[in-house]
C-alpha cells in the first residue's frame, strides 16, 4: 500500500538532510574531518503469472536514500538517512509514496568495544534488517519473506515479527578474543506498538540485542538476534522473537540461512491477554555462486508456518535468480519467484493457492 | 639488412632488458605500510591490519583513530594480501559498511603513490601503503609482525616477486 505520510514529516526529513548538508560544508572549510555523502537507488519491475487477480506488470522506482555522515570529532557523528520510497509526489492533486527519515542518530565512540547510539535507527536483527532497503548490497531483489515480510498476526492484520525500526539507544562494539571476532548490539527503545506498520509507540518499550561471531579465518560467520516488548497484537500481549543466521563462503561459493521464531500472546474473547502464544516459523535457505565476479545465479528456499499448532498453515516460496554485476556499483537482478500458499477456511478445510512471480530491478549505489 | 640488425639489437638488449625488469620486480614487489612520522606506532600485526582496512579498527593501538588511503595502483595486490579479497569484493563489502551504519570510513582512494605520500606525511591519523621503492622520510613504514620490508620473510609480496623467487 502507497501513502503519504504528511507534509509535515517530509519538510521535516528534508530539512533534516539539508541542514546536515550545510553543516558539513561549514566543517569543509573549517578544517574538521569532512561529512560524506551516500546513497542508492532502485526501480522495480514486477508480474505476476498464473494468477487472475494481479495486473501482468507493474513499474516502481522503489528507493532513493540520501545518506549523509556528520562527524563532529573523532569520536561523535552523526548519521541520517532520508528515504525517498514509491517515486513520492506531493501536490495539491496528486499524493503518493513516502518521505521519511530511515535512520538518524548521534553516535559516541569509547573505543571499537564500545559505541553508544542515540535517535532512530534500524533495529539490528537478523543479517538484513539493518541494510533493508539497500538493495544494491544484496543478490536478490526482494528480501527473504520468512523473516524478513509481513505476516498475518491477527485478522486482517499484517506486520513484520519484529520491529524495523527502533527509537531509543543502542550499545555496539566489536571485539577480538585472539582470532575469533565478537560483534555485539543491544538495544532499547519505543517498540513498535499494536498498530500496523508502527515503529515509535510511546507506551511500548521494545528491547532487542544481536550477536555474530566469526570465527578464526573469517569464512563463517554466525549469528542471534532476538526482539521483545509488551504490546504484539493489542496493548498488553507480549511478543517475542528469536532469530538464528549462518553465513558462509567459500572462494566463489556463498551460502546463508536464517531462522526465525515468533511468539505472540493471544486474546481471550473479552480482548484481554489470554497467556497463551500463537508461534511463527519461518526460515530460509540460500546458495549462490559468482562466475568472473560478475554473474551470480543464485537459488533460495523460503518456508514460514504461520501458526506452528495448526499444521498445514504454511508457505513456500522457491526462488531462483540471477544478479549481474554491471559495475562493482551497478546491479542487474532478475528473480521468479513460485510461490505455494495454504491457507486455512472455515473448519478443518484449507486452500492452497499457487502462482508464479517475475521480479527484475536495475540497483545503483552512489 | 634492417631486419639483421634489428635482429642483432634485440639479442643484445634483451638479457639487459630481462634483468631489469628482474629486478626491478624485486624492488618494486614489496608493499610498505606507511604513517604520520608523528605516529608513536612502529609495528602492526597483519591481523589488525586487516581489521584495519575492512573498517572493524577504528583506531590504532595507542587510541588514535585512523583515516584508510588507498594507492589505488596496488590496491588489488593489497587487499588480496590482507584482506583475502578481490578489489571488486573489498569494494562491495565497504558498500555494505556503510549502508548498515557501521562506525567506519571508506579509504580515501589516490591515483597516485606521490599524492598518498602527500597525504600520509600530512595527515596525522593515515595509515597508506606504498611501493617499498616510494618511500621517503616524509613518511614512516610500519613493520609487519615485527618484520621490515627489507626482510626476505616480508609477509606483503606480490606474485612477481614469488616468480623470481622460484628462478
Known sequence: MISLNGTSRIVKGGAVFFALLLAGEAAISAGRPRFKTYGFFDMEVQASFDREDSDPWTFNQHHLNFIAIYPLSHNYRIFSEVEYEHGPTLSRNESSGKIYLAKGFLEYKHSDALRLRMGKFLSPFGIYNERHDATPTFIFTKLPYSVYGKHPLASGYKDRLFSKFTTGVQLVGNIYPGSWELRYQLYAGNGRGAAPGGSDDNSNKGLGGRLVITPPGGRLRLGASFYADKHGLDYGTLQRSLGLDAEFDAGNYHMEFELLRHHAEQLDSLNRPNGRYKVHLGYYLLGAYTFLEKITPFFRYDYIDHDTDEPGAAEIIGIVGLNISLTTRVYLKNEIHFIRATKSLSGASKTTDRYGMYVGSIAAAF | ?167
Open chain 2, 1 to 167: 639488412m634492417i631486419l639483421q640488425t634489428a635482429k642483432k639489437t634485440v639479442r643484445t638488449l634483451l638479457p639487459g632488458v630481462l634483468l631489469l625488469v628482474l629486478s626491478g620486480s624485486m624492488v618494486l614487489a614489496k608493499t610498505a605500510v606507511v604513517v604520520h612520522c608523528d605516529n608513536p606506532i612502529d609495528d602492526i600485526s597483519l591481523g589488525e591490519l586487516k581489521r584495519v582496512y575492512l573498517g572493524k579498527s577504528t583506531s590504532f593501538v595507542t587510541g588514535r583513530p585512523i583515516v584508510l588511503a588507498e594507492n589505488n595502483p596496488l590496491a588489488a595486490v593489497f587487499y588480496e594480501n590482507v584482506a583475502e579479497m578481490s578489489l571488486k569484493r573489498f569494494r562491495k563489502y565497504w558498500m555494505k559498511v556503510v549502508f548498515e551504519g557501521q562506525y567506519a570510513t571508506p579509504p580515501v582512494v589516490f591515483e597516485h603513490s606521490s599524492d598518498l605520500k602527500e597525504f600520509v606525511g600530512r595527515q596525522e591519523f593515515a595509515i597508506g601503503f606504498l611501493d617499498f621503492a616510494d618511500v621517503d622520510s616524509t613518511v614512516k613504514v610500519l613493520t609487519i609482525d615485527g618484520i621490515s620490508p627489507e626482510s626476505p620473510e616480508y609477509p606483503l609480496k606480490d606474485e612477481a616477486e614469488e616468480e623470481v623467487d622460484k628462478e
